[in-house]
């Protein structure tokens, strides 16, 4: 079983920075990736940032140059450090963890945290 558990969300304002961690219950090189998705209210959840198990890392268009995802495998930790947060960035984020296999075809799993709220105000 896995657990993840998100912390750092709050309100804050344009302009200024908030750092999110997730903390899971067994090593995170146990997955294939780890990442952070948000959810704004009426739209679809998306992706923000995700990091590989080699270390290598994706970003959204929207988030370039302003958000940094990072790792601590000591500490079972990814985090993501927002600097220069603007409105738009207004959302729930939710921790992900996924964990592939190839047999007989591609098949995953999402692993999720609660979530937690981030306001931007302008």
């Known amino acids: 079983q896995v657990q993840l558990v998100e912390s750092g969300g709050g309100l804050v304002q344009a302009g200024g920075s908030l750092r999110l961690s997730c903390v899971a219950s067994r090593s995170i090189f146990s997955f294939n990736a780890m990442g952070w998705y948000r959810q704004a209210p009426g739209k679809q959840r998306e992706l923000v940032a995700a990091i590989g198990s080699g270390g290598s890392t994706n970003y959204a268009d929207s988030v370039k140059g302003r958000f940094t995802i990072s790792r601590d495998s000591a500490k079972n930790t990814v985090s993501l450090q927002m600097n220069n947060l603007k409105p738009e960035d207004t959302a729930v984020y939710y921790c992900?963890?996924?964990?592939?296999?190839?047999?007989?075809?591609?098949?995953?799993?999402?692993?999720w945290g609660k979530g937690t709220l981030v306001t931007v105000s302008s």
């Open positions: 992900n963890a996924r964990v592939q296999t190839f047999v007989a075809g591609m098949t995953s799993r999402d692993y």
